[in-house]
């Protein structure tokens, strides 16, 4: 054994430590250098600086996180500046990796080789048919970054297609002309973003420069200094390299769209210039791809920051956790072992319509809703701002009057409000619409009627010309017995009576004159209140009050002219003047009234019985007199000052007699015609009662309310059942299984024979784990035929038992019993739909991982698409099974579908015909296969169809409650009703849905119809769709 100097070693181990060290060091300094050349040095992770230090967090403008950077420039020691990473909810968002992190970007490193014939031109892609104004709303497009709708480049940074809600990408490499520092700075119509990186790889791209983060922010063209975020730090470039950059650009559907970016030299006085071809390359040729490769685009922090960010609050309640969400995952019971827990009886509801004959489309006159408890939030309740077609109320009504008539205000226990107020409150917040006259009403109520005769101590009226007797009323008296019994005769506003009003409101026009010598008292027409609280005729008469609470609004047929409210001091002309109209007669008062009315200023807030008539040559004194208002008085509320102004226009009176007016009207106080301010009673206070819209709701199919969500079962009607069926499990099983909670109940109503439920109960097994109860029962009504409508019952049928208390009690239908693990045949026709049949195989191969489930397929039907290799998509693709047809010639649905159809042999098994552009719920399957029964039901799920710019993570739209294209049905009962009408829709799509619907409710079927929650259908384009000619047909399709 050689000899080994241990000694000599350990006397020396510290020189060798630093010996190994320095070693070390300088083969890794030798591998940093190597890979630098080759432009692979390891970078630092996003989210920490250059300098290894750690970001923090600040909150911008919008209340989104952003994590500020300190990033120093790569080839200078003196530009140290500031970028803000936009829309980062946490420093942690852009770290790779962690507990409870979001998922690793998938950044790329590895830029593509670059060419010389690259230069002159940049990458642009294009994702249209996108709403909103901010980047943000860019980055929350389903196929953002990868799958834009048009790839294609540009030769210079400034662009402007003139189009409308749509976004740009736009990146590439810049070639500075020369070494120095560099500003940059963008200008847009809407929002824009300047990403740039201090080398060429997209990862370390930078926020440099942008316009606005909330959509409401742009600039004129060539506006480059209008925000102090459109003009970068200043950046030391060289010219012998090349640096990545990305400019993302966000347009609404208003304003003039443009995106530029210029840069200048950092030196004073110079003007940003755009940038143009001679500095710009491409950062690859995408000119050969196909639309479904995308291992090319790059991604960088500009177009995945903020993408991952979870929200605190959901915006909708469907968005919250719910059991029916993942209760799938629970294992099932058999059904074998609940056989024997009810006794079968026969299942035929009344409302099948078997052999009926019905109209074409008339089908969906027959498909009838099912009660949910719980409660599974598909109300869309945010949604309701704009459309309240849930409530009963029409959306008119809701706007004027609101909800105040489930309101009922307390009276105030002391004092009295004035009764002004309460008379224009009544009027314009509590207006009754039943106590307003029709216009039947108003011509019956137009009844003639005598004037009260002359009390003693006045003087009898002069008489009146003919001209004159058409705009002459009588003077109120109070009420006499024969006024009271007339009263009770005519027509009324009832809160007008309320207001204890004993004058009544003339709004009529006399009889046409008659001869002189044979000419009675004048007669008006009167509209008369209700009756309210009558005053005894011994009592003396309350003072009135002149109805000035509305002035000038009174009910009329047509205009007619003005009335002269104000007589001139001086005697009436013989002839009258044209106050309105051609045909408009000046009204004048009769000459027991002729009476100066400047004084009648002084009055103005009451209309009482007149004082003794004078000659029309007396003097003016301040006497309240009534003026006679007929049917052309304006009928729209009268603004302050605007009566005085348009009647002193019309009088020809002299400055003096104006003057007299103004006198009199600044000693009335409050001038006729004025409103004021209204009191606003903050301490009032109301009584109310609990409301339950639903219970107003039927069963029937409604087309015309998009936003109201399932029916709702009352809770008392599902514990009420669920109770007895677990009476009977504990019955049968000893008390084995114990209830934990109901998860969810359905109910299908037939008022005639019974309701079928389906119950989805979780149980806990003695000694053993959870399990899922999911089986369907009947609730038979005592008395009901038990008529199978089939006729087709392989054993006699035994009743169901009745209770001794007469209620009905529960037993198991025969032949409606769905299967756990039956196969579901996806059936979806594509052509030239690249993004979406990626995405579409992409939620396919989640729904897989996630459930676990293997029995399902998809087959996709191909009109020869160019724009991808769909087969090839559907082999990488990891799914459990698939099928890919191939057809030729033009996008046919309805074929596309039945070919879909024809290739499943298993006729046992679920074909559910699908569309391309569906968000689907991780239980969709157990969904489909709980409500499609062989010879029995079939499902038609409502799908919430979500608006422009919004996502299944945001979604604003409404209910496709007319739509029956997503279609779930056995493929024997497919069959039997003859499939798809290929013959009728074959050039066009839009209906054909609708004329499955009636030949399968024919076929004798039930058609389950519910919401299913979190079942969203994208909104996509429809221009150029398919690459078809224009499709006919009175309605659109259903995807």
Known sequence: MPWFPVKKVRKQMKLLLLLLLLTCAAWLTYVHLSLARQGRAPRQ???????????????????????????????????????????GRDPNMLLLGGAGRPPSLNLTRQTPPWREEYKGQVNLHVFEDWCGGAVGHLRRNLHFPLFPHLRTTVKKL????????????????????????????????DNSEFWLSPDESPVAAQLVAFVGKTGSEWTAPGEFTKFSSQVSKPRRLMASRRYYFEVLHKQDDR??????????????????????????????????????????????????VGRHQPQEEPSADMLRPDPRDTFFLTPRMEPSSLEDVLEPCAYAPTYVVKDFPIARYQGLQFVYLSFVYPNDHTRLTHMETDNKCFYRESPLYLERF????????????????????????????????????????????????????????????????????????????????????????????????????????????????????????????????????????????PRSRHWSHFPGTFLRPRPLPRVQLRAPPRPPRPHGRRTGGPQATRLRPPARLQA?????????????????????????????????????????????????????????????????????????????????????????????????????RSDWNDLRCNVSGNLQLPEAEAVDVVAQYMERLHARHGGRFALLRIVNVEKRRDSARGSRFLLELELQERGGGRLRLSEYVFLRLPGARAGDADGESPEPVPAASVRPDGRPELCRPLRLAWRQDVMVHFIVPVKNQARWVAQFLADMAALHARTGDAHFSVVLVDFESEDMDVERALRAARLPRYQYLRRTGNFERSAGLQAGVDSVEDASSIVFLCDLHIHFPANILDGIRKHCVEGRLAFAPVVMRLGCGSSP???????????????????????????????????????????????????????????????????????????????????????
């Open 45 to 87: 992770r996003p989210g920490y600086g250059r300098d290894g230090e750690k970001l923090t967090s600040v909150t911008d403008g919008q209340g989104v996180r952003a994590a500020p950077s300190t990033q120093r420039a790569e080839d200078s020691s003196e530009s140290l500046e500031e970028e803000q990473v936009p829309e």
């Open 158 to 189: 400034a662009v402007s297609p003139k189009w409308k809600n749509y976004g740009l990408r736009i990146f590439g490499f810049i070639h500075p002309a020369r070494d120095g520092d560099v500003q940059f700075s963008v200008a847009s119509d």
């Open 255 to 304: 304003g003039s769209d443009h995106v530029e970016v210029g840069w200048r030299a950092f030196l004073p006085g110079l003007k940003f210039e755009v940038i143009g071809s001679a500095h710009i390359s491409l950062y690859t040729d995408e000119s050969a791809l196909k639309m479904d490769h995308v291992a090319h685009v790059p991604q960088s922090p500009a177009s995945h």
């Open 402 to 541: 609101g909800f105040y008539k489930y309101m009922k205000m307390d009276e105030e226990e002391e004092g009295e409000e004035d009764d002004e107020e309460e008379v224009q409150r009544r009027a314009f917040l509590f207006l009754n619409p039943d106590d307003l006259l029709d216009d039947g009403e108003l011509l019956d109520s137009l009844e003639p009627r005598e004037p009260s005769p002359p009390q003693s101590g006045r003087l009898s009226p002069a008489p009146v010309a003919p001209t004159e007797a058409r705009a002459t009323a009588a003077q109120p008296a109070p009420p006499s017995p024969q006024d009271e019994r007339n009263r009770r005769q005519s027509r009324a506003l009832s809160w007008a009576a309320r207001a204890t009003r004993t004058l009544p409101l003339f709004l009529g026009r006399a009889p046409p004159p008659r001869p002189a010598a044979q000419q009675p008292a004048p007669k008006v027409y009167v509209t008369r209140v209700r009756p309210g609280q009558r005053a005894s005729p011994q009592a003396p008469a």
């Open 596 to 696: 100066s009315q400047e004084g009648r200023e002084g009055q103005a807030g009451t209309l009482g019985p007149a004082g003794p008539t004078v000659d029309s040559n007396s003097s003016s004194e301040t006497q309240s007199v009534t003026s006679f208002l007929s049917l052309s008085q304006v009928s729209r509320p009268q603004l302050p000052g605007e009566g005085e102004e348009e009647e002193e226009g019309e009088e020809d009176g002299a400055p003096g007699d104006e003057a007299a007016s103004e006198d009199s009207e600044e000693a009335a106080g409050r001038p006729l015609g004025r409103w004021r301010e209204e009191a606003i009673d903050w301490q009032r206070t109301f009584s109310v009662g609990a409301v339950d819209f639903e219970l107003l």
């Open 953 to 1039: 993570g945001d979604p604003h739209g409404y209910w496709e409650v007319n739509g029956f294209g997503l279609f779930g049905i056995y493929k024997s009962d497919f069959d039997r009703v003859g499939g798809m009408n290929t013959e009728e829709f074959r050039d066009r799509w839009g209906g054909e849905d609708w004329e499955l619907l009636d030949r399968v409710l024919q076929a004798g079927l039930e058609v389950e119809r519910l919401r299913l929650r979190n079942f969203y259908h994208h909104f996509h384009s429809r221009r150029g769709m398919w690459g078809t000619r224009t499709r006919g047909g009175a309605r659109e399709a259903g995807s």
